[in-house]
């Protein structure tokens, strides 16, 4: 038995995208612990901008704002990361998920399936101090506080666009990188949602960091 233990945590110290206790780091791929990681990081924001910082990610770290439900005390825009139209603030968690999933998803999906590099991620936004679904006696939804974005396409250097809304269905090359984007982002994010789920995310994938529906990935 005290064999065993110590060669799963020996396997643990050669793995640490599954190791609980590891110190999360940009440059590693997504493991089981990953996700779990990325949350818990919402309430030690230096120690989320640590990890852009020791992955030489450029970052801003912007001035809190608003109050109550949609008070954004972490506000952090990712300085070079190629989303249009345009970079909005997220949580910390947020942007170093969209950080590790365009690295060690996006863009070699991008190469494998599609033969060509990106050049911009579109999205709908990030914040809308709102309740789910704009209903009034709904949850807040993650996007109050700007824990979440919408994904909406992909725009190549060839000048392809990948949409959601129009590339998601069919078995082609386009439905398939789709495919494997979406399921990689469940690596990176404790919700992620698309035109599987229901008809309101029929033109984009939702990603949070929420914690609440940790384990969707639809």
Not at 156 to 166: A, H, K, T, Y
Request: with cysteine.
């Amino acid at each position: 038995i005290a064999g065993a233990l110590f060669a799963g945590w020996r396997w643990l110290e050669a793995h640490p995208e599954h190791n609980p206790m590891a110190p999360l780091e940009v440059d590693h791929p997504a493991g089981w612990a990953t996700a779990t990681k990325l949350v818990a990081l919402r309430s030690d924001i230096p120690a989320c901008r640590a990890v852009l910082e020791r992955g030489e990610v450029a970052f801003a770290a912007l001035e809190p704002q608003g109050e109550g439900a949609c008070a954004r005390p972490d506000r952090t825009r990712l300085s070079e990361f190629p989303l249009a139209p345009d970079t909005p603030a997220v949580t910390c968690p947020v942007a170093l998920g969209l950080e590790m999933w365009r690295a060690k998803s996006v863009e070699p999906a991008a190469r494998e399936i599609l033969g060509s590099e990106i050049a911009r991620i579109e999205h709908l936004g990030a914040y809308s101090c709102r309740r789910m679904y704009s209903d009034p006696d709904a949850a807040w939804s993650q996007h109050a506080t700007a824990n979440a974005i919408d994904i909406a396409a992909f725009v190549l250097e060839d000048g392809r666009r990948i949409s959601v809304l129009e590339d998601w269905d069919g078995n082609d090359d386009r439905a398939r990188f789709l495919r494997r984007v979406r399921a990689d982002a469940c690596g990176f994010y404790s919700t992620v949602l698309s035109p599987d789920y229901n008809a309101a995310h029929a033109d984009h994938f939702h990603f949070d960091q929420g914690g609440r529906f940790s384990g969707a990935c639809r």
